[in-house]
């Protein structure tokens, strides 16, 4: 959802740069043409429809990361071609293109942009016959640094958000949020490729017990152990997520062609390793329901939660598997 979000985000920006980009440069297109400055219009001209062609296509193809990148590249490429062809008359570009390389990739990755650009303007330039160097390169590293420093903070608060979004804040397994967003993008994967996932409900058994004997703080405990010990048995793709209090929901993607052996294996291993404080084993009951043809995301999670009332009732510490 927050990805969304900052793909939402990062197309609006693109946007926005292409309409800078239009009303910005495309006034000097007109100027350099009336100068009969042919080359510096070229190179403007060159730069509005490459900035508009690669925000269209990001439009339409969604590759918002890879077409920002490239953006960069491209706007930074560009300023130094405008310069070191028309020299001071197009200098004063080489500070917004700069500061919008930061908006656009990742605040080392503009960085290293800007470093290249500036030290290929140093080499191939003769500005600084009538710029002074030493005031280029102070004005140019205080404004990389602080753009470096504001776009750090505004990654670090946007990867918080995403955290405090989509995870569990007792146990660290992902909540139902996350969990909603992964179900549909599953179903929608299933759909169009048939690449199936299985769900599974996973809850403590007697759970109660445990946080009447020990109380809760140690129930808490539990459940962090739990998540910690299934994590370690699940492989990267795989997702857990807490359901509600001592339930959860693993989300097994298609790749484990033995689903059933997976998670009779995973039962166990949680059985041997989840204790009490004075030892005694936790074991946890599963419900499991494998997608199939016209699964929605309240069917897939109501087969699995019938097959884990079946599991219950067949005494607990077991997987039962969703027929339909
Ligand atoms: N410590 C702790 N307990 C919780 C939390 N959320 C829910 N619980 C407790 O989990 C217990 C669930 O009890 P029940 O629904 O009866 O389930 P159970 O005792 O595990 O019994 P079965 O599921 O039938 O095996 C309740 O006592 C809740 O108070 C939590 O975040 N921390």
Same mark, same amino acid.
Not at 35 to 62: P, Q, R, W
Not at 207 to 214: A, G
């Given at each position: 959802m927050i990805n969304q979000l900052q793909e939402k985000y990062q197309l609006s920006l693109l946007l926005l740069l292409s309409i800078?980009?239009?009303?910005?440069?495309?006034?000097?297109?007109?100027?350099?043409?009336?100068?009969?400055?042919?080359?510096?219009? !070229?190179?403007?001209?060159?730069?509005?429809?490459?900035?508009?062609?690669l925000v269209a296509y990001a439009h339409k193809a969604k590759q918002i990361r890879l077409v920002s990148a !490239?953006l960069? !590249?491209? *706007?930074?490429?560009?300023?130094?071609?405008?310069?070191?062809?028309?020299?001071?008359?197009?200098?004063?570009?080489?500070?917004?293109? &700069?500061?919008?390389?930061?908006i656009l990739v990742r605040?080392?990755?503009? &960085?290293?942009?800007?470093?290249?650009?500036?030290?290929?303007?140093?080499?191939?330039?003769?500005?600084?016959?009538?710029?002074? =160097?030493?005031? &280029?390169?102070?004005?140019?590293?205080?404004?990389? #640094?602080?753009?470096?420093?504001?776009a750090?903070?505004g990654a670090?608060q946007f990867s918080?958000l995403e955290?405090?979004n989509s995870? %569990?804040?007792?146990?660290?397994?992902?909540?139902?949020r996350a #969990?909603s967003t992964? $179900?549909q993008a599953?179903?929608a994967?299933?759909?169009?490729?048939?690449?199936?996932? @299985?769900?599974?409900?996973?809850?403590?058994?007697?759970?109660?017990?445990?946080?009447?004997?020990?109380?809760?703080?140690?129930?808490?405990?539990?459940?962090?152990?739990?998540?910690?010990?299934?994590?370690?048995?699940?492989?990267?793709?795989?997702?857990?997520?807490?359901?509600?209090?001592?339930?959860? @929901? =693993?989300? $097994?993607?298609?790749?484990?062609?033995?689903?059933?052996?997976?998670?009779?294996?995973?039962?166990?291993? *949680?059985?041997?390793?989840?204790?009490?404080?004075?030892?005694?084993?936790?074991? @946890?009951?599963?419900?499991?329901?494998?997608?199939?043809?016209?699964?929605?995301?309240?069917?897939?999670?109501?087969?699995? %939660?019938?097959?884990?009332?079946?599991?219950?009732?067949?005494?607990?510490?077991?997987?039962?598997?969703?027929?339909?």
């Amino acid at each position: 959802m927050i990805n969304q979000l900052q793909e939402k985000y990062q197309l609006s920006l693109l946007l926005l740069l292409s309409i800078v980009a239009v009303l910005g440069v495309f006034p000097f297109v007109v100027i350099r043409f009336l100068e009969h400055n042919y080359v510096a219009a !070229i190179i403007d001209m060159t730069l509005v429809i490459g900035i508009v062609s690669l925000v269209a296509y990001a439009h339409k193809a969604k590759q918002i990361r890879l077409v920002s990148a !490239i953006l960069a !590249i491209f *706007i930074n490429a560009g300023v130094v071609t405008i310069v070191v062809a028309n020299g001071t008359g197009s200098f004063l570009w080489v500070y917004p293109v &700069f500061a919008s390389t930061f908006i656009l990739v990742r605040p080392i990755e503009a &960085f290293i942009i800007n470093l290249v650009a500036c030290l290929s303007l140093l080499a191939l330039s003769d500005i600084f016959e009538t710029v002074s =160097l030493n005031s &280029f390169v102070v004005t140019i590293i205080m404004l990389s #640094m602080s753009a470096f420093v504001y776009a750090s903070h505004g990654a670090k608060q946007f990867s918080l958000l995403e955290t405090l979004n989509s995870v %569990d804040p007792l146990t660290g397994a992902l909540n139902r949020r996350a #969990m909603s967003t992964d $179900i549909q993008a599953a179903l929608a994967l299933a759909e169009r490729q048939g690449v199936s996932h @299985v769900l599974a409900i996973l809850d403590l058994d007697f759970f109660k017990k445990i946080n009447d004997k020990f109380g809760h703080a140690v129930g808490d405990k539990v459940l962090k152990d739990f998540v910690t010990i299934t994590t370690t048995h699940i492989r990267k793709h795989d997702r857990l997520y807490r359901f509600g209090g001592e339930e959860f @929901v =693993l989300l $097994i993607s298609d790749s484990n062609k033995q689903p059933q052996a997976f998670i009779q294996h995973l039962r166990t291993a *949680i059985k041997n390793e989840l204790k009490t404080p004075d030892g005694q084993e936790i074991t @946890v009951s599963f419900g499991v329901a494998s997608w199939v043809k016209g699964t929605t995301a309240d069917t897939w999670l109501k087969r699995a %939660d019938e097959a884990l009332y079946l599991a219950k009732e067949n005494g607990r510490d077991c997987a039962v598997f969703s027929k339909d």
